[in-house]
């Protein structure tokens, strides 16, 4: 009787997951949906969308802006990318294998840029690198590495550095964190029977260590670079949403904000939002494979 | 000789440590620095002591916009959303660990799905929808679907799959507890260590969320501490560099308080992240 009972109470199971996929269908799949539907159509903000059929997904497919913007945002995410997983890799390995005083420390500094407002953080640099007279330009002029003021946010490419530096100050704490954890999972032993066989620490790390860390180093790849093709605060706010230097900071996000929310094109917008989408899409598939498996 | 050999290694690690925790950490001490400096001298020079102009940068930034009420403002959304998020995501992550339903393992595959999915992809939508049911420059479309958070789902239930012993569950059923007590008596207790992680993560994520505030909000009065400073960063006629110090360090000291206090958990939390079991 009893042990029926306790079966019995399984459909609570869905009462209990009904308040989450409820929200989900009102707040995250309608919009989605309305999106879909929207970037099929002409629609301004004031009037009724008129459908116009795929003619946004076919002008997406030769705006040469959404190109210029989606090669922005993946130089950027380079810039910045390449350091943060040297750094993250080459802390995580000295955190790992020397025993450092204050450690907890040292993890947490690298880590609290990683969680603090981007926004205030592009407000911040943008003070700092104020022309002509920003703690940046102060301090170089101090120490004597320039003779006049620079303007990094006037030039294309001095821009788009300093963005991919942010991001790189921004996130190699928290990908080395992630490394660490995965440099925990590797087995003891096998350094053990490296070493009886006489490999130097240099070799045990390219021949065990980064082998083994081969899941985590995809994810966190993955991670970045999905992570990067979405950015858009640091470049807003530090351009006043304008993008300038020459539209050199517009990112795929900021172009689809501008486009539906500073000039009316909801339904282009739209569009461009499932073209990021389907790039995005294509390397969380990779993501979501590494999580099935382990739930196996 | 292998002491030899290994100190100048260590001593280039530890300059090269100690370098990048002053590069990560040198930028809110020069913005602390600077909120308590007058305008003209942080545009005359750079300074590493502080300056006694706070009270002066507090007035002038009183007459530009009300940090105080935006402080509020994100405040009162980063709670809200907090709680919605913890308990919901336990209850959910808990359905999961201890029923045995039909269609479970394809609702889970849904929650990992919607992990996947980009935030941009819904705001053009989100934004008509909220429109038509007059919820704009309203709080609710920013603390509602908290109740709908997947990656604290994701990680509770890692967590609670070995943390909800099926005994216990048991019985406290035959003691006649009904399911809800259950849950909020023993899941909720047992399943505290990672539900508390997810609501740090969850406070920090709702305080600094921009685009969705970005796109709904348009009285003033309504903006969070995000929306504001990028009303006052994007004015570049305005002269009180203090005063934008200032603005900016409110937002910035109560992450900086919260992650001191409970950093551990939080790395811990990315930690899991990261690494299967």
């Excluded at chain 2, 406290?172 to 740090?200: H, K, Q, V, W, Y």
């Excluded at chain 2, 005063?243 to 790395?267: C, E, H, K, T």
Aim: with cysteine; proline share 5%; aromatic share 14%.
């Amino acid at each position: 009787m009893k042990q029926q009972k306790s079966l019995q109470k399984n459909y609570y199971g869905y009462i209990f997951l009904a308040p989450f996929f409820i929200t989900f269908l009102i707040f995250g799949l309608y919009p989605i949906l309305y999106t879909l539907y929207l970037s099929f159509t002409k629609y301004d903000g004031f009037t009724e969308p008129v459908m116009v059929g795929i003619a946004n997904y076919s002008r997406v497919f030769k705006d040469p802006l959404f190109y210029a913007a989606l090669k922005n945002t993946v130089i950027m995410w380079l810039i910045g990318a390449i350091p943060q997983m040297i750094f993250a890799f080459l802390l995580a390995a000295i955190f790992h294998y020397t025993p450092i005083k204050g450690k907890g420390i040292y993890r947490a500094i690298y880590y609290v840029p990683r969680l603090v407002t981007a926004v205030s953080i592009s407000a911040l640099i943008k003070q700092f690198l104020n022309y002509p007279s920003g703690v940046v330009n102060q301090l170089l002029l101090q120490f004597g590495v320039i003779d006049s003021p620079i303007n990094l946010l006037n030039e294309p490419i001095a821009a788009q550095t300093t963005v991919g530096i942010m991001h790189w100050w921004m996130f190699f704490g928290n990908t080395m964190v992630m490394v660490m954890a995965g440099m925990t999972g590797i087995p003891k032993d096998l350094y053990e029977a490296g070493k009886i066989d006489g490999a130097s620490s240099w070799q045990m790390f390219w021949k065990i260590t980064m082998p083994l860390l081969r899941p985590i180093t995809l994810f966190v790849l993955l991670t970045s670079l999905i992570g990067g093709l979405q950015s858009f605060e640091v470049q807003q706010v530090l351009t006043g949403g304008l993008g300038a230097p020459q539209g050199s900071l517009v990112t795929v996000v900021m172009y689809m904000y501008n486009t539906g929310f500073r000039y009316g094109n909801f339904g282009y917008a739209g569009a461009i939002a499932y073209y990021l989408f389907a790039i995005i899409a294509v390397f969380s598939v990779g993501i979501m494979r590494n999580r099935m498996k382990d739930e196996d | 000789m292998q002491k030899f050999k290994i100190k100048p290694a260590h001593v280039i690690m530890y300059i090269f440590l100690v370098v990048l925790l002053i590069i990560c950490f040198f930028p809110f001490y020069a913005m602390i620095i600077n909120a308590t400096r007058t305008t003209g001298q942080i545009l005359s020079g750079f300074s590493l002591i502080p300056g006694s102009a706070i009270a002066r940068n507090i007035k002038e930034l009183a007459t530009k916009v009300d940090i105080g009420r935006a402080f509020g403002n994100s405040l009162l959304i980063a709670v809200g959303a907090t709680l919605l998020s913890s308990y919901f995501s336990a209850l959910t992550a808990y359905a999961f660990v201890v029923y045995n339903m039909k269609f479970k393992n394809a609702l889970f595959a849904i929650v990992l799905v919607i992990m996947m999915i980009p935030p941009q992809l819904s705001i053009i939508g989100f934004y008509k929808f909220m429109k038509e049911i007059s919820l704009l420059n309203s709080y609710l479309p920013l603390i509602l679907p908290s109740i709908a958070t997947a990656s604290a789902v994701f990680f509770i239930r890692q967590y609670a799959k070995s943390a909800l012993p099926s005994s216990l569950i048991e019985a406290a059923r035959i003691d006649g507890a009904s399911e809800f007590t259950i849950f909020n008596r023993m899941g909720l207790p047992l399943m505290s260590p990672a539900i508390f992680t997810m609501a740090i993560t969850s406070f920090i994520a709702s305080w600094n969320n921009y685009l969705t505030p970005l796109i709904l909000m348009s009285e003033q009065k309504k903006f969070t501490l995000p929306l504001i400073i990028r009303v006052l960063s994007s004015d570049v006629q305005d002269p009180s560099v203090g005063a934008m110090y200032l603005a900016i360090a409110v937002s910035i000291i109560p992450i900086l308080i919260v992650f001191f206090i409970f950093s551990r958990y939080i790395i811990d939390g990315v930690s899991a992240g990261g690494v299967k079991e």
